[in-house]
């Protein structure tokens, strides 16, 4: 019986992990893809804008 009491929380975590995995693979792409890119493309230019005066300053 310790056997299974020292086994079931590794097994737990590695299945809700893989789990985890599978809902990540499976949200990219369709329907959400369009609002991943703008985010994207709104951070990646709030980035550049941030940065922008540190390099002309220089």
Same mark, same amino acid.
């Given at each position: 019986m310790d056997y299974v009491a020292a086994?079931? $929380?590794p097994v737990v975590m590695a299945v809700a992990f893989t789990a985890l995995i599978v809902v990540i693979i499976k949200?990219?792409?369709g329907?959400?893809?369009a609002?991943?890119?703008a985010?994207?493309?709104v951070l990646s230019r709030a980035e550049s804008a941030r940065q922008? $005066?540190?390099v002309h300053g220089a």
């Open positions: 086994l079931f $929380p949200s990219q792409g329907e959400n893809k609002k991943e890119d985010a994207a493309e922008e $005066p540190t």
